[in-house]
């Protein structure tokens, strides 16, 4: 199965949004709301900021927000901050053989 | 507290055999669905297995009839038994709890897999 794919860098400065890519196809991004995103530092295990597409799990700034139009999944980050920095994955839900695919990472530069 | 302690990691020989424990506390592993992710160095993200609360078990296409992943209810522990394992396993190996579809909102520290000859 192949994996969503994200640009493989996004850079802005700091206060600035931007926004991440997932594109994938009809037999997941664009076929089930199953869409999650996860940042991860250097070092450290990944961690979960949206899931359901569009929906933020306690504790997670509302400066993350995420949508879905068609096979593709954003992520917005706005009032980019120093702390953002890091590598973010997107996840969907597929049907192929095993039922999930992470995003090629995209890494998070703040100038 | 929800925890994750994975151990079993290390250094094997091409075609050799390991068994990645994953000590789940705070929560009951057979009521969730949990799920092995690996990391090669440098790499990014790959879904290695999932299984079900129901028992149902998937693998990723590259480690299908080498890897098994099976849990034990009664120490509340994920396992991952990587048998014939290649160069291109080496990785860290994560376990997570699984919440919703594709939303896995706890991982463990992660454990270190060498395949080198």
């Known amino acids: 199965q192949s994996a969503l794919t994200q640009p493989a860098s996004v850079s802005g400065s700091p206060g600035q949004s931007i926004t991440i890519s997932c594109t994938g196809s009809s037999s997941d991004v664009g076929f089930y709301n199953y869409v999650s995103w996860y940042q991860q530092h250097p070092d450290s295990a990944p961690k979960v900021i949206i899931y359901?597409?569009?929906n933020r799990p306690s504790g997670v700034s509302n400066r993350f927000s995420g949508s879905k139009s068609g096979n593709t999944a954003s992520l917005t980050i706005s009032g980019l901050q120093g702390e953002d920095e890091a590598d973010y994955y997107c996840t969907s839900y597929t049907t192929a053989a095993i039922p999930g695919v992470f995003g090629t990472g995209t890494k998070v530069t703040v100038l | 507290e929800v925890q994750l302690v994975e151990t079993g990691g290390g250094l094997i020989q091409p075609g050799g055999s390991l068994r990645l424990s994953c000590v789940a506390s705070?929560?009951?592993?057979?009521?969730?669905?949990m799920s092995w992710v690996r990391q090669a160095p440098g790499k990014g993200l790959e879904w290695v297995s999932i299984?079900?609360?129901?028992?149902?078990?998937y693998y990723t296409d590259s480690v299908k009839g080498r890897f098994i992943i099976s849990r034990d209810n009664s120490k509340n522990t994920l396992y991952l038994q990587m048998n014939s394992l290649r160069v291109e396993d080496t990785a860290v190996y994560y376990c997570a709890r699984g919440i919703r579809l594709t939303t896995l909102d706890y991982w463990g520290q992660g454990t270190l897999v060498t395949v080198s000859s």
């Open positions: 359901d597409v569009s």
């Open positions: 705070g929560f009951t592993v057979s009521r969730n669905y």
């Open positions: 299984i079900y609360s129901g028992g149902t078990a």
